[in-house]
């Protein structure tokens, strides 16, 4: 998936995480080496993407789709850590990887974990962040000013069949 000048766009559904029972399972560091995957399949969907148009994009769009977010699931005390250690790690090795970071179906309750872990990002990253609430009238209309109808799913208000680049 690409946005109106071709860049790469990345997506994924907050809501079918169980973060909470991923540390209580110990599973804390897969989960931090699944974010570092998403992390490299960007860089390398940037370049393939780049390669491909002749055009050199330096930067890629992440949708996420925040329904289904549960404070007990995402924002326990045990997971702060873990999200405090996934913004030093964007941070540290893919500063401004993205022109922007967009969040639709955001709960009210989200926007205090964002306070918590606004201190850790840098001003250029809290500066991309849009957080959308569940009002898609309100969110649509700026998904399709970046990305083609057609390219995005329903739900990120599209007709698209497939957002995930993942797997290419």
């Known amino acids: 998936m690409v946005d109106f000048e071709g860049r790469p766009v990345m997506s994924s559904g907050v809501g079918e995480m169980d973060t909470r029972n991923l540390i209580l399972m110990g599973e804390g560091n897969e989960m931090d080496r699944y974010f570092l995957y998403?992390?490299?399949?960007?860089?390398?969907?940037?370049?393939?993407?780049?390669?491909?148009?002749?055009?050199?994009?330096?930067?890629?769009?992440?949708?996420?789709?925040?329904?289904?977010?549960?404070?007990?699931?995402?924002?326990?005390?045990?997971?702060?850590?873990?999200w405090i250690k996934l913004v030093q790690i964007y941070e540290r090795h893919y500063p401004q990887l993205d022109r922007n970071i967009i969040a639709v179906n955001t709960p009210t309750i989200f926007q205090r974990v964002f306070q918590v872990l606004q201190p850790f990002m840098s001003a250029h990253s809290a500066r991309i962040v849009r957080l959308y609430d569940t009002d898609m009238e309100k969110w649509k209309p700026e998904l399709l000013k970046i990305f083609p109808e057609n390219i995005l799913t329903p739900e990120f208000g599209g007709k698209g069949s497939t957002i995930s680049v993942m797997n290419q």
């Open 38 to 82: 998403c992390y490299e399949r960007q860089l390398h969907n940037l370049h393939h993407v780049s390669k491909a148009s002749g055009k050199e994009f330096t930067e890629t769009y992440f949708l996420f789709n925040m329904a289904g977010y549960n404070p007990k699931a995402h924002a326990c005390l045990a997971c702060i850590p873990s």
